[in-house]
Every structure is written in C-alpha cells, then in structure tokens.
Nanobody, 126 residues
Framework: QVQLVESGGGLVQAGGSLRLSCAASGRTFSSYAMGWFRQAPGREREFVAT????????YYADSVKGRFTISRDNAKSTVNLQMNSLKSEDTAVYYC???????????????????WGQGTQVTVSS
C-alpha cells in the first residue's frame, strides 16, 4: 500500500507557472506507475499526465501537451508536475494517483489506479 500527499497548488496569474509535487510513503515507490488527474468545478475528473515506473516514458492529455511536464524521482519517492503557460481553464483540484498493476506501464484511465492523494487546488486567474 502507498500513501500519496500532493503539494504546490495555489493561485497564479494566467501565463504563470506552478510545480506540483506528490510525495509517496509505504511500499517501494518505483513499483508504481503514476499519473496526474484534475477535476474542475462542475466537471468530471480527467486525465492530465502519466509516467512509467522508470520515468523513461510519459504521456499527456492534448490539453496540456507542450505546457506541462511530468517527472519522478524514485530515490525521493516523488512525482512532479511542472505546469507552464497556465490558462484559466487549468483551474482545478489536481490529484496524483498510483497504479500497482505490473500489466500497466502507463494509463490514462482512472479505474486502473489503485491509490489517490487528497488533491491540491490550482487556481489560475485571467
């Protein structure tokens, strides 16, 4: 089992940047594929980015491609989301998630993640 705690959210102006971090504790962090999701007010939670266990492969939602970068540090048990050129439509609660299934390298599907953090609020003012 793993516990996930997100941090780094806040209020930023459009065009600005934020770096989210997710700290994991418990089972060996490198055994999990990781993902970031977000939920805007009145909308369903949606996929943002995912990274494989070694950090060698990543995949992004079209809406954030070229602006967001997911990375991980297995020695520190953290996964990060660098968010640049932020837009008002990026306003949401951001969640990190971990998948324990070895058949999954990366995933955009929420159902394939076993553990979730509590979320961190990102608000982008226009």
């Amino acid at each position: 089992q793993v516990q996930l705690v997100e941090s780094g959210g806040g209020l930023v102006q459009a065009g600005g940047s934020l770096r989210l971090s997710c700290a994991a504790s418990g089972r060996t962090f490198s055994s999990y594929a990781m993902g970031w999701f977000r939920q805007a007010p009145g909308r369903e939670r949606e996929f943002v980015a995912t990274i494989n266990r070694s950090g060698s492969s990543t995949y992004y939602a079209d809406s954030v491609k070229g602006r967001f970068t997911i990375s991980r540090d297995n020695a520190k048990s953290t996964v990060n989301l660098q968010m640049n050129s932020l837009k008002s439509e990026d306003t949401a609660v951001y969640y990190c998630a971990a998948s324990a299934s070895y058949s999954i390298s990366m995933s955009t599907r929420q159902a394939e993640y076993d553990y979730w953090g509590q979320g961190t609020q990102v608000t982008v003012s226009s």
